[in-house]
């Protein structure tokens, strides 16, 4: 297996070619599930996939005066605002759900108070959110997951809200080492941005 070499991130054009892809295979695996299908639970909290999917639609249609709106109601918890933002609109028909998803291929708005790399973090670990409480098969594209690792590996705002792992992190697929400590942690960089976002520790060694 040839090794992607360590080297800058995605440009910005390029991580977005990414995101549409991402958008585009998500919503054709959505719109051929069952409905029992769409109330599996994921590891993301107690998100469900249609939450989880729901989720992913937001970002690009949000105004700042909904976010702020929403932010009141949620009392000032961000977490919270994204969770019940989510679960709210997850109870639009699926359909509905997935055309939404199509409509944001080709949209570079942001949700307020992130950058312009969230996006690729959000489609990619979300898309294996889904994926996985299918049991589905997802493959992640190794340089845009080494993008989104060291996002998160750098997040100072929006805060991370997943502990850095102690332990030295090495990836097998591309060149990416992060991290210091006794352990060390190797798996492909898909399984390692994985752990970083708060997923288990499942495909990593």
């Known amino acids: 297996m040839a090794v992607i070499p360590m080297g800058v991130v995605l440009e910005t054009d390029e991580r977005w070619q990414v995101v549409d892809d991402e958008r585009a295979g998500l919503a ?24 989880v999917a ?24 961000i977490d919270r605002m994204i969770h019940d933002t989510a679960v709210k ?19 570079r708005r942001l949700a ?11 489609i990619l670990v979300h898309g294996q959110d889904i994926a996985r409480a299918l049991g589905r098969e997802r493959a992640m594209p190794p340089a845009a997951a080494r ?6 590996w750098t997040m100072r705002f929006p805060p991370r809200p997943w502990p850095l792992p102690d332990a030295r992190l090495v990836a097998t697929d591309v060149e990416w080492t992060r991290g210091e400590g006794a352990r060390e942690m190797r798996g492909p960089i898909s399984e390692l941005l994985l752990l970083l976002t708060g997923r288990g520790e499942g495909g990593v060694g």
Do not use: K, M, Q
């Not at 729901?54 to 918890?77: C, D, K, M, P, Q």
């Not at 307020?112 to 959000?122: A, F, K, S, V």
């Not at 993008?147 to 998160?152: F, G, H, I, T």
């Open 28 to 51: 054709e695996l959505l719109a051929g599930l069952s409905p029992a299908e769409w109330e599996l639970p994921t590891r993301c909290g107690d998100w469900r996939v249609r939450d």
């Open 54 to 77: 729901a989720h992913l639609t937001i970002a690009a249609r949000l105004s700042y005066g909904t976010v702020a709106r929403e932010f009141v109601r949620a009392r000032g918890n």
């Open 89 to 107: 609109e997850a109870r639009l028909p699926v359909e509905e759900i997935v055309a939404n998803l199509r409509a944001t291929i080709g949209s």
């Open 112 to 122: 307020p108070g992130t950058t312009r790399r969230e996006p690729l973090l959000d």
């Open 147 to 152: 993008d989104a690792a060291d996002r998160v």
